[in-house]
């Protein structure tokens, strides 16, 4: 099924490290989860003191000029470009809750000084972090210079801070600028998250504020919902390409409102996953992932978000681990043996095509979906906290809510997971 929450255009070529196989006589990981690290602990920790360090700070404030700049250019017809990681662009491509006009830009696009190009850096040094090559910001080359231009990310990062420092900013028209997350060095699957986290959270932060500053202008913004939504569908398919629609009409909204909503909202929910005891769930569940790499089995992963299928990070020592891709792009449900694991990095649905699929092949499942799961003994489920449809900030004229929280707080869960079966598979 197409979902709004899988890139309809995602690539399913993935760049794995698979290094670090366990040889068969490595012995088996242990019948109990591990606590010991409390490496969950601190991976969630350490996004909810980001959070709460970015709402303390003034950097909100910054977002608020750059949102006025960017619904002047989209009144004026500009077009809307994200680039930068691969998997930031597609969390902004075609998203619920999201800007309906943004586009993912592609080499060759000539772009005017009616534009804007967004670039979200989410891992200072991977190869997704090369698929954009920054060179053409910082020499200022023609195709870009007529665009407002906008980076996303640490500026602790070497990658992000000289390209700053070495940058024409003279050439750029409309404006070169940089939102600087504040995250550390990515040394860590804590500050990997971190890093992740930040560039996401920022960049829905200020899409919120962009429809607000289109309130203030008496516009209203085109945002997309959730096909699970009811309605939405048919909403979607009329406001594709837009930026602004004629109706419904919205109050004015105040400038740094939304944005401080938003994170807030994040915080909640990543703290509401944690109060409720899912921690706890989430080793169990890297325990059955190492297990799978261990008996030599295969992790399919299935993701319905859409930053997971290029964008996170994955150990070493889970050369075992298959994102095959969006979850939508499971149909086929013949490649499962015994020995293999489904983990289905989920959003709204339980999957039960998908699962059942799983248990007749004799796998085992990891199901993480907001749904309620029925209860199996070799599926391990774990309830998700965001609210339907994923939109997390009301505007109540809007028929759906815009910026998606759900790749911000899942983060933080997927770490874990990696961090706690790569723990395990080390004793």
């Known amino acids: 099924m197409r979902t709004r929450c899988g890139p309809l255009q995602c690539s399913l070529i993935l760049s ?16 109990t989860a591990s606590k010991s690290a409390g490496l969950s602990e601190q991976i969630h920790a350490a996004a909810l003191e980001w959070l709460d360090a970015y709402l303390k700070s003034d ?25 930068g990681d691969p998997a930031f662009a597609d969390e902004w491509n075609y998203r619920a809750g999201g800007l309906a006009g943004v586009n993912i ?12 190009m967004l670039i979200g850096v989410t891992t200072p040094n991977e190869r997704t972090t090369r698929a954009f090559q920054h060179g053409v910001i910082t020499e200022g080359y023609g195709g870009f210079t007529q665009a407002l231009t906008i980076y996303i990310g640490s500026l602790q990062w070497p990658q992000l801070s000289r390209p700053k420092e070495m940058a024409l900013k003279e050439r750029f028209k409309s404006g070169l600028h940089f939102l600087d997350t504040g995250a550390p060095e990515a040394q860590g699957w804590d500050k990997v998250c971190v890093g992740q986290v930040g560039t996401l959270a920022v960049s829905w932060a200020l899409q919120v504020e962009i429809v607000a ?110 994102i095959y891709g969006p979850a939508w792009q499971w149909e086929n449900r013949k490649g499962m043996k015994p020995e293999d694991t489904l983990l289905y990095f989920g959003y709204i649905k339980y999957p039960k095509d998908a699962v059942d699929a799983a248990l007749q092949a ?58 706690e079966a790569e723990a395990l598979l080390k004793k």
Request: neutral net charge; contains cysteine.
């Open 213 to 322: 500053a289109l309130s203030r202008k008496g516009k209203t913004a085109a945002v997309f919902g959730s096909i699970f939504a009811p309605g939405a569908e048919a909403y979607d398919k009329s406001i594709e390409g837009k930026f602004i629609v004629d109706e419904p009409k919205i109050n004015p909204i105040e400038a740094g409102k939304l944005s401080r909503e938003y994170l807030t909202i994040c915080r909640k929910q990543l703290a509401a996953f944690q109060e409720k005891g899912r921690l706890d769930q989430l080793r169990l569940a890297a325990k059955k992932i190492a297990d799978c790499q261990t008996r030599k089995g295969v992790i399919f992963t299935l993701a319905d978000g859409h930053f997971w299928p290029k964008g996170v990070s994955i150990p070493a020592s889970l050369s075992r681990l298959f």
């Open 16 to 31: 794995l490290a698979l290094v670090n196989i366990l040889s068969a006589g490595e012995p088996a990981v242990p019948e």
């Open 105 to 116: 830009w592609q080499p060759g696009t000539r772009m005017g000084p009616t534009d804007v």
């Open 362 to 419: 004799g796998s085992d499942a990891v199901v993480l979906a907001v749904d309620d799961i029925p209860a199996h003994e070799r599926v391990l489920a774990i309830q998700l906290t965001w609210e339907k449809w994923d939109g997390a900030i009301d505007v109540p004229e809007l028929p759906f809510k815009p910026a998606p929280s759900s790749a911000v707080v899942q983060l933080p869960q997927w770490y874990s997971l990696m961090a």
């Open 59 to 83: 950097k909100l404030a910054e977002l608020t000029p750059l949102a006025e700049a960017i619904a002047d250019k989209l009144i004026a017809g500009g077009n809307f470009y994200v680039t």
